[in-house]
């Protein structure tokens, strides 16, 4: 618990940063790239203050109970892998964020941009930090959808909006299947420990379940990592702003699901059923991603198609199962984010400076952009494995590992095909640089734009090809603690001896690496021609076939959406009620029909049958009357008041309180409407439809009764009530047990309520938006017409009243939110009034003259309550608490006496806020739609009075 504090704000700062961001999203662009750094430096510095334990063998870990009932815990932990993860994700987003500052234009939505980007960091964070396999998930999940907004941050390009949406659906799919996988691998280990899980690996193996765990495990990373086959969507995502492909492709998103493999390689790992399949997939996509990677003429493709080979050869490493190779995936590892950062921020250089990224119309840069084409030249010679750099230490590694595996009895094949991929390798990054800094330029336009950048954009890139070369030159000194201990929790024991150096002789792998550069060499002298013959050939093209897939899938089921629900609503709910029907007739005959119980009845007083017959009596005139749209309001209306009084007459004051604000909310919001609605609707059922579907309705309603009437006259089964009564005033400090409930012992379901409501009211938004546009708004403006108007639309008296009416709902509001812990009402009722007031003043003096003294924005206040009830149960966590614990203690003071404080208050304040805005945001938006249909209205009676006019 000594680095509790440490782990959560480490996880805590990306997505405090992308909050704050969004909420000065209107600031500069300094202020909001400062605030990313300044958290991305603020975590790198606690990540380092973790290092030293961590590398000297401890492994800082915290654990908070979130939903236990799941076996879903808040828990983070810090190991070697854990570590350096945390470190690239941290260091090298803060130099991405650096060269973002400069790379994005002025008026763009740096807001927008660098929220996403810091709340794609917190889910990185969590996914490499995370001690729990659910919590792995949520990030996971999370991952998938800040890469969407990333990915399609220009939504003016068709190709960002299809490569984002291809990147979700592949990814999103993948995690599906991932989220199965886990959930077994859990159920199979006992536990959803992530340390626990670990040392159960022989548990897992041993299972007859082994096999799908793997498989959909195997789905999951293989995806997020974009190997083969389903590698496509990651060149697809190129269409994201520079930044973020030198982020995703060198230490997140892509990085996910290699981090997984190596994460689960106790547990998973050393079965021939793994080591064949993981190693086959690395090896297949490493060779095909480096020869399509040496025909792509697009930067940024080429450096994709490199980053999906680079990845399948870590996949490779990490499926032979050998503790050399699991350190030798480690190794490259740091070695690729260097490199692939560095040249990724090199490619948006070129491209910010010269306008093209088509590498055919590029060429002799180095003289125009000398800074750049060094920094990019080192780094592809890294890339390359070329010495004395980082990357020629870990491919020597890669190569010698690869002969000590023969799969099916072939010694040769991995080593031969690994070869084959190197060589294509070095050739796609020498013919990166020589086509693209050296020799003459083929287009005199980009040459002539061509210079270096200001240095806010070529250092973060020259920082990490300083990294790569000392990765090469002094590799024990720099990166030998950090592989060592990375590679011990990989393995799940201590790592192997090992001695990083530029020199171990001549030996095969040597022997390997000099014919892969010679090999690259003469792919650079005989490109064209190889060119020519890879453009003749017609290769399947994997987005048309992805695109093709879609759309047959999409179109089928269509067709069988249209088979199963008909586009007939009426259809499709007189199908639902008939099957409910006939489910409560069959549970009817299998309990025994069997209908009044054995529990005595309350003897009905006079009062309670009245109120029983004027509920029959509006119900039969909701239905008689289904035409008439204002008296079936009336009805509704007396249906609500008996409802209510039903909750005063059994002593639950609470819920009449809620039951009457719900209706008068409900039916103001209706009448108001009702205003942009024809008087009479229009006949929808024929005589004898009505007939059929009366007859249905009649036979729903009784069973429904029936039911009641069994459940109600037989005695209660087992009750927590008497726990909530004796628990409610020491356990969660108030008397009123109803808000305790809500705010304590239930909070995390009130939670979700308000979560849905404040969706409902967003949704609402969205479906009212249009409707007084298109097809949508000529209807309305033909209803405004047909609707008389009256000349006196807000009589005085009513006016005034509202006015004064006004601050006394307000202080009701008020009381009724400060009582709710101890009396009947709290946030929600207290919310439902103060709507209330505002709803008498659009009624009262109409929409333009509330609309111009309305100071709050609704979408902000959903938000805002949300996320005060969310901060009100992790606030619980920090110190020590389940998740939404509440807390309470009594004070004095002078004057007004001894009184309780209660965090509960704070999460009632969320449930206000979200239930007010949601009520507002629905009032604004009807408002919003008269205003704009009364203007139409009355441009269709000036457009009519010219027409007449002389």
């Known amino acids: 618990m000594a680095y509790a504090l440490t782990l959560y704000m480490?996880?805590?700062?990306?997505?405090?940063?992308?909050?704050?961001?969004?909420?000065?999203?209107?600031?500069?662009?300094?202020?909001?790239?400062?605030?990313?750094?300044?958290?991305?430096?603020?975590?790198?510095?606690?990540?380092?203050?973790?290092?030293?334990?961590?590398?000297?063998?401890?492994?800082?870990?915290?654990?908070?109970?979130?939903?236990?009932?799941?076996?879903?815990?808040?828990?983070?932990?810090?190991?070697?892998?854990?570590?350096?993860?945390?470190?690239?994700?941290?260091?090298?987003?803060?130099?991405?964020?650096?060269?973002?500052?400069?790379?994005?234009?002025?008026?763009?939505?740096?807001?927008?941009?660098?929220?996403?980007?810091?709340?794609?960091?917190?889910?990185?964070?969590?996914?490499?930090?995370?001690?729990?396999?659910?919590?792995?998930?949520?990030?996971?999940?999370?991952?998938?959808?800040?890469?969407?907004?990333?990915?399609?941050?220009?939504?003016?390009?068709?190709?960002?909006?299809?490569?984002?949406?291809?990147?979700?659906?592949?990814?999103?799919?993948?995690?599906?299947?991932?989220?199965?996988?886990?959930?077994?691998l859990g159920l199979v280990a006992g536990s959803f420990d992530l340390a626990t899980i670990l040392a159960r690996g022989a548990q897992v193996q041993a299972s007859p379940l082994y096999p799908v765990i793997l498989a959909l495990v195997l789905v999951g990373c293989f995806t997020k990592s974009a190997q083969f086959p389903f590698h496509f969507w990651l060149p697809h995502a190129m269409a994201a702003p520079t930044p973020v492909s030198a982020y995703l492709h060198s230490a997140t998103m892509v990085k996910a699901g290699v981090f997984l493999l190596a994460?689960?390689?106790?547990?998973?790992?050393?079965?021939?059923?793994?080591?064949?399949?993981?190693?086959?997939?690395?090896?297949?996509?490493?060779?095909?991603?480096?020869?399509?990677?040496?025909?792509?003429?697009?930067?940024?493709?080429?450096?994709?198609?490199?980053?999906?080979?680079?990845?399948?050869?870590?996949?490779?490493?990490?499926g032979?199962?050998?503790?050399?190779?699991?350190?030798?995936?480690?190794?490259?590892?740091?070695?690729?984010?260097?490199?692939?950062?560095?040249?990724?921020?090199?490619?948006?250089?070129?491209?910010?400076?010269?306008?093209?990224?088509?590498?055919?119309?590029?060429?002799?840069?180095?003289?125009?952009?000398?800074?750049?084409?060094?920094?990019?030249?080192?780094?592809?010679?890294?890339?390359?494995?070329?010495?004395?750099?980082?990357?020629?230490?870990?491919?020597?590694?890669?190569?010698?590992?690869?002969?000590?595996?023969?799969?099916?009895?072939?010694?040769?094949?991995?080593?031969?095909?690994?070869?084959?991929?190197?060589?294509?390798?070095?050739?796609?990054?020498?013919?990166?640089?020589?086509?693209?800094?050296?020799?003459?330029?083929?287009?005199?336009?980009?040459f002539a734009r061509a210079h270096d950048p200001a240095a806010g954009m070529w250092v973060p890139s020259a920082l990490l090809t300083v990294l790569a070369v000392l990765l090469g030159l002094v590799p024990m000194a720099l990166a030998a603690p950090l592989v060592g201990t990375a590679t011990a929790a990989?393995?799940?024991?201590?790592?192997?001896?090992?001695?990083?150096?530029?020199?171990?002789?001549?030996?095969?792998?040597?022997?390997?690496?000099?014919?892969?550069?010679?090999?690259?060499?003469?792919?650079?002298?005989?490109?064209?021609?190889?060119?020519?013959?890879?453009?003749?050939?017609?290769?399947?093209?994997?987005?048309?076939?992805?695109?093709?897939?879609?759309?047959?899938?999409?179109?089928?089921?269509?067709?069988?959406?249209?088979?199963?629900?008909?586009?007939?609503?009426?259809?499709?709910?007189?199908?639902?009620?008939?099957?409910?029907?006939?489910?409560?007739?069959?549970?009817?005959?299998?309990?025994?029909?069997?209908?009044?119980?054995?529990?005595?009845?309350?003897?009905?007083?006079?009062?309670?049958?009245?109120?029983?017959?004027?509920?029959?009596?509006?119900?039969?005139?909701?239905?008689?009357?289904?035409?008439?749209?204002l008296r079936v309001l009336v009805y509704v209306s007396v249906i609500g008041i008996v409802v209510s009084l039903a909750f005063v007459r059994f002593s639950a004051p609470d819920l009449a309180l809620t039951q009457i604000s719900v209706e008068v909310v409900t039916i103001l919001l209706l009448l108001l409407a009702l205003n942009l609605l024809p008087k009479a609707p229009p006949t929808l059922s024929s005589p004898a439809r009505k007939w059929r579907d009366g007859a249905l309705a009649l036979a729903g309603g009784t069973l429904m009764g029936a039911i009641a009437w069994a459940i109600l006259t037989r005695e209660p089964g087992a009750s927590i009530s008497a726990y909530h009564l004796a628990n409610a005033k020491p356990g969660g400090g108030g008397t009123n047990v109803v808000n305790v409930i809500l705010v304590d012992f239930r909070a995390f379901d009130t939670l979700g309520e308000i979560i849905v409501l404040g969706i409902a009211g967003l949704a609402i938004y969205a479906l009212l938006e249009g409707t007084a546009r298109g097809a949508a708004g000529a209807r309305l403006a033909r209803w405004q017409e047909d609707m008389p108007h009256s000349p006196e639309r807000h009589p005085m008296m009513l006016v005034m009243a509202s006015r004064i009416a006004l601050p006394l709902t307000l202080t009701v509001g008020i009381y009724l939110f400060l009582r709710g812990h101890n009396q009947p009402g709290g946030g929600f009722i207290a919310a439902l009034v103060v709507a209330i007031a505002f709803l008498l003043q659009y009624l009262a003096a109409g929409y333009d003259w509330s609309d111009r003294r309305r100071r709050f924005g609704e979408h902000q206040m959903i938000a805002w309550g949300v996320l005060v009830a969310m901060a009100t149960g992790l606030g619980a966590m920090a110190f020590g608490g389940p998740f939404l614990t509440s807390w309470f203690d009594y004070f004095s003071l002078p004057l007004i006496g001894k009184f309780e404080l209660a965090s509960a208050m704070l999460f009632d304040t969320g449930v206000f806020l979200?239930?007010?805005?949601?009520?507002?945001?629905?009032?604004?938006?009807?408002?919003?739609?008269?205003?704009?249909?009364?203007?139409?209205?009355?441009?269709?009676?000036?457009?009519?009075?010219?027409?007449?006019?002389?």
């Open 10 to 184: 480490l996880v805590a700062l990306p997505f405090i940063a992308a909050l704050l961001i969004a909420l000065l999203a209107g600031g500069s662009r300094l202020l909001h790239s400062g605030i990313a750094g300044v958290a991305s430096a603020a975590g790198l510095a606690l990540l380092a203050s973790l290092a030293g334990p961590v590398v000297g063998g401890a492994v800082p870990s915290v654990t908070a109970s979130w939903v236990p009932s799941l076996g879903l815990d808040l828990a983070l932990m810090v190991d070697g892998l854990g570590l350096m993860f945390a470190g690239l994700i941290l260091g090298i987003g803060l130099l991405v964020v650096i060269f973002a500052r400069f790379y994005l234009n002025e008026g763009e939505a740096t807001g927008r941009f660098f929220a996403s980007l810091m709340l794609f960091q917190g889910a990185m964070l969590g996914i490499v930090l995370a001690g729990n396999v659910l919590l792995m998930l949520v990030f996971w999940e999370l991952t998938s959808l800040s890469s969407f907004l990333l990915i399609g941050f220009w939504q003016h390009k068709a190709e960002g909006r299809q490569g984002a949406r291809m990147a979700l659906a592949v990814t999103g799919g993948g995690g599906l299947a991932l989220i199965g996988g886990m959930v077994l």
């Open 914 to 950: 979200t239930v007010l805005g949601a009520v507002m945001l629905t009032l604004a938006q009807l408002s919003q739609i008269a205003q704009r249909a009364a203007r139409a209205h009355a441009r269709t009676l000036a457009d009519k009075a010219q027409e007449s006019a002389p």
């Open 490 to 629: 990989v393995t799940g024991a201590s790592a192997p001896v090992f001695e990083l150096a530029l020199w171990h002789g001549v030996n095969l792998a040597l022997i390997l690496s000099v014919i892969a550069v010679a090999g690259g060499a003469v792919l650079l002298w005989r490109h064209a021609g190889l060119l020519a013959l890879w453009e003749r050939t017609a290769l399947p093209d994997a987005k048309r076939m992805f695109d093709a897939v879609l759309g047959y899938a999409d179109s089928r089921l269509r067709k069988a959406m249209v088979a199963v629900h008909t586009p007939s609503l009426q259809r499709m709910v007189l199908v639902s009620v008939a099957v409910i029907v006939l489910l409560i007739i069959d549970g009817a005959l299998a309990g025994g029909g069997v209908l009044t119980g054995t529990r005595p009845g309350l003897p009905a007083s006079g009062p309670a049958i009245i109120a029983w017959a004027l509920l029959i009596v509006a119900t039969a005139a909701v239905v008689n009357d289904a035409r008439q749209r």
């Open 263 to 318: 994460r689960l390689w106790p547990v998973l790992g050393g079965t021939e059923l793994y080591t064949v399949t993981v190693s086959s997939v690395g090896l297949v996509t490493m060779v095909f991603a480096a020869v399509v990677a040496l025909f792509r003429h697009d930067l940024k493709s080429i450096l994709a198609y490199s980053t999906i080979s680079q990845l399948g050869l870590l996949v490779m490493l990490l």
């Open 320 to 446: 032979f199962s050998l503790k050399m190779a699991a350190l030798a995936a480690v190794l490259h590892i740091l070695n690729h984010a260097a490199f692939k950062a560095a040249l990724f921020m090199a490619a948006g250089i070129v491209d910010h400076e010269t306008g093209t990224r088509d590498i055919r119309r590029l060429g002799g840069l180095a003289k125009a952009m000398p800074v750049t084409a060094g920094i990019a030249t080192l780094a592809a010679a890294s890339m390359a494995g070329l010495p004395p750099l980082g990357g020629f230490i870990s491919k020597e590694m890669m190569l010698y590992e690869t002969l000590h595996v023969a799969p099916f009895g072939l010694p040769w094949l991995v080593p031969v095909l690994a070869t084959i991929g190197a060589t294509f390798s070095v050739g796609y990054s020498l013919r990166l640089v020589w086509h693209l800094f050296f020799g003459q330029p083929r287009d005199p336009e980009p």
